[in-house]
Nanobody, 120 residues
Framework: QVQLVESGGGLVQAGGSLRLSCAVSGSIISINTMGWYRQAAGKQRELVAAITSGGSTNYADSVKGRFAISRDNTKNTVYLQMNSLKPEDTAVYCC??????????????WGQGTLVTVSS
């Protein structure tokens, strides 16, 4: 069974920083693209940032210059460094990964989500 375990959410004041982590566990061969999504109350889920296995990244326009996604392939972990946080960044953040299982089948896996609350 493949699982994603997230950590690092919490309450922070506007202008502050948080770092989210997401670790992939289970019987896998490799991990392709990893990403962070968020869903605010009453809104649709949106892609925040993604990173390929080769290290290419893309970001939502709303977080460019403030957030940075990175990964440690030796630890099967992806990170999201969030700086200059704004109240509008308040949301549940979910990790996503496309993994190649031992069975040689691709699987898209989601984390359980971690709440980020930015107070004004």
């Amino acid at each position: 069974q493949v699982q994603l375990v997230e950590s690092g959410g919490g309450l922070v004041q506007a202008g502050g920083s948080l770092r989210l982590s997401c670790a992939v566990s289970g019987s896998i061969i490799s991990i392709n693209t990893m990403g962070w999504y968020r869903q605010a109350a009453g809104k649709q889920r949106e892609l925040v940032a993604a990173i390929t296995s080769g290290g290419s990244t893309n970001y939502a326009d709303s977080v460019k210059g403030r957030f940075a996604i990175s990964r440690d392939n030796t630890k099967n972990t992806v990170y999201l460094q969030m700086n200059s946080l704004k109240p509008e960044d308040t949301a549940v953040y979910c990790c996503n990964a496309e993994v190649l299982r031992i069975s040689k089948r691709l699987l898209e896996v989601w984390g359980q989500g971690t709440l980020v609350t930015v107070s004004s």
